[in-house]
């Protein structure tokens, strides 16, 4: 059996192993709880979701914000990472701001953003960048500072320059630390986006976060479990089918892959 069927036959087992596990504690809890509502009541309204389209369009709108906010903080948070890496200055003043932004929860920066951008697509995205950020410039200094003194000094020898090392010597070493890093800005990015959703609905635009906000107001614990179970799957698709992959493609490219 080829290794995808075999994963693919095991997370369905999984699945298939915490449902009964679900229905069991249900049927065992004695009464009808819609506070614990049965897997089979929250299926039907994830289908019945998918056939109208409401969870289809509330996920692609929710997907294009994380995506255009996690660019931008990529962007940003390599630029942050090598200047803290370049400048000893820059990352005497700014290094203890940029660990504190990246430990300070996203959820903080709303009120921030509602102030000054208004309820609007610029403050759900200005948050999404302010918590993941700070993720991505900590792993690209940790992973340039890892990088061995011994790989510049040999690559002087052959005369190269500073901007030489830094593209071909030291970004290269650190991608193995930087790829981690990227996960791990990818799921602040992504929580970041949910909470901000959450807390206000675009007027007229579906989302996840409105989605879920809106099945709390109506007392619809189907529905809110079934937007629940959809952001769990596409988190672990993304981070399954992208950024898995790429970790373990660099880390045995650079010889660390697990033996």
Known sequence: MAPVQKKLLSAAALVLVWCM????????????AW???????????LWNGLL?????????????????????????GVGIGLLLVASKWFNWLCGPLV???????????????????GIGETAILFVVIMGSVGSIAMATRDGLRQVPASYQRVASTFGTNMSQRLMWVSIPAALPTFVSGLKQGWSFAWRSLL???????????YSMGSLLSEARENTDYPSMFA???LLVC??????????????????????????
């Not at 660990?99 to 951008?117: D, E, K």
Request: aromatic share 12%.
């Open 99 to 117: 660990l504190g932004v990246q430990s300070l929860p996203s959820i903080c920066w709303l009120p921030v953003a509602i102030l000054r951008f």
């Open 21 to 32: 596990v679900w229905e069991i504690a249900f049927l065992l809890s004695g009464k009808e």
């Open 227 to 229: 937007v629940m179970i």
């Open 52 to 76: 109208d389209l409401t969870i289809v369009r509330g996920l692609a709108v929710s997907l294009a914000r994380v995506g255009y906010g996690f660019a931008m903080s990529l962007f940003l």
């Open 234 to 259: 596409v988190s672990v698709l993304v981070d399954k089918v992208f950024f898995s992959r790429l970790e373990e493609r660099v880390r045995a490219r650079w010889g660390l892959a697990a033996r």
């Open 35 to 45: 506070e614990f509502t049965p897997p089979d009541r929250v299926f039907t309204a």
């Open 195 to 205: 909470a901000g959703e959450l807390l206000y609905k675009m007027a007229g635009r």
